[in-house]
Each structure stands twice: as C-alpha cells, then as structure tokens.
C-alpha cells in the first residue's frame, strides 16, 4: 500500500473538530478516491483539557502549531486557527518553510498574505490549497481553477456570507428591521457578537478577491475591493424593491470592464426571477459568466463546520492524490498585475430612494438634476404619506415623503454628482439611499 | 518549455470544431494553468473538403478515426464522433491500448462500455476523461469524482436533458401539447428528427448511469436505469400541478435506498420553491444531497457546441497538468457491485390522474381502494366538466371527468395494485396517468 499522506491539523475549533471527524469517517473513500490512506497524526490547540468528543489516540498533540508545523511527522498542515496574522500566518510560513503542503480556510491570511504566501508554496514545491476559504462548502475554487480552462470569463458575483442573506431574508419575509434581524442572528449564533465583520461587507469582501484573482489570473488585490455592508438597508427598501421586481442581496461582484477588472461588495437589486434571488437565508450561491458557459451557477452551503470541513477534506484529498495546481490556478509569475477600475466609473441602474419634503417644484428640481447629468429613468415611484397632516389643494403635505427612483444605467459619479447638486438645492430632507442593480 | 501535449480530435461537428477554436483560442490561459502547451496536432473526419471555418495548417487529416487513435504524433485522443459501437468504440479502445489519453463526451459509449474501458485505461495508465458527457458545461463529473470526498452522498437528482425541459418549460408557460413543443424544439434545433431518444429519456438514463457511478462508488449498470419519458405528459397535468404548487420536469434520480440503489428516469413534480423546479428552457440542474453538505445544486447549460467544448477542453488541461483520476473515482477493481432497489418498492408521494365516469359511487370507489394498501392522500382535485351534457340531481353528468389524487409516500407496488382493482372494477374510463413526486 503506498504511504499514507499524514495531516497536522492547527486549530481544534467547530471546523478542526469536523475534519478529525470526517478523515476518520470516510477513510476509506478517502484513501479509494486519493490512491492512498490519509492520516492524522498531529494536533495543535491551545487547551488540551477540552473535550471535543474526539478520538485522538495516537495523534501527537502540540500546543504550538508553529512546532506541529515543522514536525518530521507531518506531510501536510491543516491550517484553521483563522485571523490574517500571528499564530496562523507564522503556522503556514512555517509549514511552506519545510516543505509542506498546506491546506487553509483562512480567508483574512489569503487576503491579505496570499500572493507571497503562494510564492513560497511554488519555491517549496507545496500545495497552498484554500477551497474552504470562499463560499465554504461550495466547490467554487475547484471550479475556477480546473473546470474552466476554455473559457474567457466576463463576471464572478456571488452570494458570500450567509449572515447577510440570513438578515436580508428575514428582512424582506417578515418586514423586520436590520437591528432586529441582527439580533436574532446572533441568538442564533449565525452572527458574530462583534458582527461588523460580516454585515459591513469585509468578510465578502476578502472572498471575492481570492475569487477574482483565480477567474481573471490577476495578483490577488484585496485592498481593490470597493465595500459598502447592509446596516443601512431599511424595510422600506425591501418593499420598494418587492414592488418594483427586485431582491435586495449583499453581492460580492467581480467583473471585467474596460478600465479595467471592478472588484465591489455592496447590497444589490438583483431581479426576483434570477437565480442568485431565490437563494434564501444562510445559503450562498455563485454565478460565473463566461464566453462558452454564458452562466454557471453554484448553490450551496456557505458556512458551518461540517460544510467547511467539507472543502477543507477535498483539498486534502486532492493533496493526497498529488493534484496540486499553483494556489492561484497559474504560476504567480503568469499572474497579471491587476488594473482596479474606478468605482466612480462604474455604470450600471441603480434604486434611488430620496427622503423629500412633500411640496410643489421638486419632482421637477430631482429630475432636472438627473437630466443635467444625462441620467435616463427607467421608474418613479411616490407613495404620498399617509398622515393627516394638513394638505394644500394639491393634496401635499409639505413633510417628508419617499420619491424612489430607478435609472437606466449611468455612471456612479453622474449619480453622485446629481444627488450632490440636489442636496445643494436644499431638496433632500435627509441623506439618499443608493443601491445598486445587478442584471443578469 | 515543458513538451506539449498533442491532441488528436476524432470527429469534427459542432463540438469537435468548437474544441479546436477553443483550444487555439484559449492556448495562453491554458498552458499557464496546466503548465504545458495544448497542441492539436491530428484530426480525424469523414468529409475533408467541408469548410468547418478552421485553421488546420500544420495539422494531420485521418479520414480513419482508428488510424488517428494509433498515431504517434498524438498524445490524447479526443472523442467525438458519437454512437456506442462502430468507429467511436474502435477509436477510443485503438487509443487505450496504444497507451493514450482520451478525453470523450460520449455517454452512450459510456453507459455501455465504461467499466470496460476504464479498465482498459487503468492497465495503460491513461486517463478516461468524460466531463462532456453528463449536464454538458456544468462540472458535475469533477465535482463527483474530487471535490466531495468528505461526503456520504445520498441522492444525486436533475435535469439532464435540454430537449426536454424546453418542451416542459413551453407546455407550462403556454399551454401548449406536448407535440406542439416537440414541433417548435425540432424547428429550433434542440430536437432531433427522431427525438425519441431524448423524449423518452434514454439520454438521461445514459448520463444519471455515469453520476450513479461517480457518486456511489458502484460499477456503472445503465441497464438498473428504470425510464419514463414525458411524451404522455398533458397540459392539464401541467396545470393541476400549478395548482397543487409543483412543476413537472424530466428528473434523472439516483438515491441510495436500504433496498439499494434506485436509478429511476421519470416526469416528476418538483415543488415550486425549490431551486431545480426554477430551471427553464434548456438549461440542465443537478442537485447532490450528502450528509455534511446536505446540498449543492450546479446550474448550466447542458449541451451546444461551446459548452460541451468547455468541458471537453477541461478534461484536456487535467490531462495536459496531470491530473488523472481514475474515470470513476476509484479504481475499477475498488468500485463495488450494484445492487438495483426494485421500482415497485420505490417509496414516495404520487400525482394521480384518473379519468372517471361523473357518476355516484365513483370516488368512495376508488378511495376504497386506495385505503386498502394503506395509501393515505394528501390532496383531492376535481373539476367539473364544464360541457352543457344533462346532469342528475347531484349535478353529475356520467360523462368522463378527470380526479387527481396527491398521495403522501407508499410504495410503488401499492400505488400500482391499487389502480388496477379500480381499473378491474370498472371504475376508469381511461388508463391513469402516474407522475412521481420528489420532495426536496
């Protein structure tokens, strides 16, 4: 029988604890598939007294994982201590070091270390294999890398976190608030204490970069992703965004454009017909547009030990099965320098929502400032206020009132312009709401 | 430079010429990924003198298929020519036996001859590649076969067959009959002049026997495949299923059963928020359940020339990079025997449609009978004939209505005993219609 591939797992959380479990589990099917036995041998966690439920006899157990890294005994690390830096940078540099392969889910080191990171993979000979950092149990690297060589590929847009899609869901079905539905993600434990990560778009954010450099063959640019998260989203726009045939989804979107590839995270009106829209609460989804394909959708589990540890056991295997491509699909020196497109040239339709004050002249003072800018309409929507506040002969209350609007598509900065210009007017009684459309 | 790899293309229709401007096209991308040149040094087809628009300069015509698979110039033949005997069976064994890879898109040929030549490409070491095979573009072969290994994978299920989710798609949206659909598909090209192949869901048998396969770890048996096709299938079925909250679609099903292992093709009622039932047109879905990921749908274009030249030329650059996995996962001599589930003890819920006399006693008839095998029903839906015939006291008229029944699970056996005792007591006027339903 030919050598078993030995695993060091670092990192003993809900994810490390899986993949004990699953190597275990499904050893055979492992060992059939990969052509060899996959093992492991090593263990590094800070409290050794802890009861995970796990059977590790026979598995040496570091507290260091920077140690278990270098040991003789390991062909592979297993990195899941997670954070860009410290512990979980110094375990795989390590590991890379001494030659060995890594698998990771850690997709802040990748962010942020990922092309030096890789560099030293390719001087090693090692893999640095990460499916399980974007889009968790979702085979999304594996497909980008492999499955797609003859294709040209024109967008990657996704679904990436699951928190978000848990809040906007519930959102939009039981017309909560964002603090609300915050709340109860965290009861539930879908959402961190500390939830800025998730719900401000950092965490899509690193994701789509790792996504975008194996899709364009471009350096990984973490720090080219424009971001903007979900907290402002109110039930308002969920509603408006129902009666005008639209979801409201926080999309991670990668796309190539002329001047170059936009790399943006934001909420998005995506139509209720498109794929991506029915994809509801903690589930995430990827879509590919390509020459060939057109469109290649990609619905799964985003998040979860058991799913993470899913991918996390399929690099593994591809490991152990000596399939191990370049980290990033192609030599980190056949990656091209990334050209970042200005968000300001962004074209696309985008939902206005303004909050007016209810009185003659400024429908009119709005749309003069879009035509100005050459900003066509596709749709106005007014819902008067309700209250019986004293109307003049217009019927017009002269409070505030929402006055949505839907562009055709123009530049972000001819929309910011106008709204600028009509802030200016003293039009506007509290600040615009801007979400961007996503057509498929 | 590293050597490149040379192709030999066998068979130079739509597919084949679009896998030769793909590969030309694509050359950088492809060589930078797989770390070798891909070359097409040898080409093989009947006409010569056709004008396919391609630049063969440089490049070696066979007019004999076999004669190309024995070529020296040629490292990895690619199949396309078609058909489970004659020339693309010669071709791709003349290929194995000579040591060389081969990439095909033949389902037909796998569905009949796979474990052979799988064994045949095991003893030479080359690769059996077929990605085209099944669901065109989407990469559901890979995701199979390497990117599911921590899975214990219950049930794979989809749309496999373009042809005919256009004529479901067509009869739900617009009323339509079956034949009339069959007509626009043919006129359209997505249907053959004999369609029955696809209509009466061989197609999808062929390639649900090739994921059966992958999935479960047993030796490809298309003869276990038990298939329905949708010729039956009528617009007043596609219209009660709108009303009892499904849609109908042609379903490849493969699901481990304690009985073993049903492979079933049949029309089936999918319940219409699920993502599957949301696949119109021509695009084919695939939904694979397992234990850790639960599941994970892959949507995509199921067949024309460049997406099935995506997944040809896929299964290329895994050869060109090296990356040859055994053609089903495991070696042959690893996969287990299959062991067929019986249909007649298939386990599931029924639409039942049967034409009865408008007549007293007819539905106590018939729940009588029902009631007998324990077969409980979720749902009764009768619609009056609305035709001006004289009708009794009770308003029945005699004449022939139609009465669907919504089961909740019973064994196929049940379901079939019971409507021949209703058959046998005179109670239909026509033989029932049976539609399947599968639950998410």
Sequence with gaps: ????????????????ASVVRMVARRAEAISATAGRPVLVTAVAARDRARDRGLDLQGVTWFDDPVALARSADVDCVVELIGGAEGP???????????GKHVVTANKALLARHGPALARAAEAAGAALAFEASAAGGIPVVKTLREALAGNRISRVYGILNGTCNYILSRMELEGLTFEACLKDAQALGYAEADPTFDVEGFDTAHKLAILTSLAFGTELDA????????????????????????????????????????????????PKSSAIAQVMGVTNAVTIDTDALREL???????????????????????????????????????????????????????????????PGVAAGVATRMAEREISLESILQHRSESAAARDRHGRSGLPVPLVLITYAATEAAIRESLDAMAADGLLSEPPQLIRIERE
Tied chains: 1, 2.
Excluded: C, N, W
């Design 297 to 359: 959708t990609l619905i799964g589990p985003g998040a979860g030990g058991e799913a993470t540890a899913s991918a996390v056991v399929a690099d593994i295997a591809d490991v152990a099965a000596g399939r191990t491509p370049p980290a990033f699909g192609r030599p980190v020196a056949a990656l091209t320098a990334p050209v970042r497109a200005e968000m300001q040239q962004h074209q696309g339709g985008y939902y206005i929502r303004l909050t007016v004050h209810d009185r």
């Design 88 to 98: 979980a940078r110094q375990t795989v540099e390590a590991a890379l070091a001494s």
């Design 1 to 16: 029988m030919t050598q078993a591939l030995r695993l060091g797992i670092a990192g003993l959380g809900t994810v490390g």
């Design 223 to 270: 720090e080219g992703v424009s971001v903007e998260g979900i907290s402002a989203i109110t039930p308002l726009d969920l509603r408006m965004a129902d009666e005008l045939g639209y979801r409201i989804k926080l999309l991670g979107v990668a796309e190539a454009t002329e001047g170059g590839i936009e790399q943006r995270v934001h909420p998005t009106m995506v």
